[in-house]
Nanobody, 124 residues
Framework: QVQLVESGGGSVQAGGSLRLSCAAS????????MGWFRQTPGKKREGVAT????????QYVDSVKGRFTISRDNAKNTMYLQMNSLKPEDTAMYYC?????????????????WGQGTQVTVSS
């Protein structure tokens, strides 16, 4: 069955960096686009970044452009989110997800498998 497992979260001071990983299994990884989402209590889940199946197309929410970089290694069935210049407002639970359509999307309705999440906390 499809499994997505995030890792790499933690606590960091503002201005610091973290790299999240998402290890996938149970399907042909290289044929699906993937995405990173985040959610804080009481708020809607927000699409942060998405990457095409081949890795040549990416898209970011405006608030992380220039600070976050999404990438994937199809040989390792793993996706990454490099987060630099972190801000307190980046604090959230971060989830990776597998897409269901043809084009990368930041809409959570375009994803059907989710990981369990990894917490990122940025202190000021």
């Amino acid at each position: 069955q499809v499994q997505l497992v995030e890792s790499g979260g933690g606590s960091v001071q503002a201005g610091g960096s973290l790299r999240l990983s998402c290890a996938a299994s149970g399907y042909t990884y290289s044929t699906y686009y993937m995405g990173w989402f985040r959610q804080t209590p009481g708020k809607k889940r927000e699409g942060v970044a998405t990457i095409s199946a081949s890795g040549d197309t990416t898209q970011y929410v405006d608030s992380v452009k220039g600070r976050f970089t999404i990438s994937r290694d199809n040989a390792k069935n793993t996706m990454y989110l490099q987060m630099n210049s972190l801000k307190p407002e980046d604090t959230a639970m971060y989830y990776c997800a597998r897409g269901i359509g043809w084009f990368p999307s930041l809409n959570q309705d375009d994803y059907n498998y989710w990981g369990q999440g990894t917490q990122v906390t940025v202190s000021s």
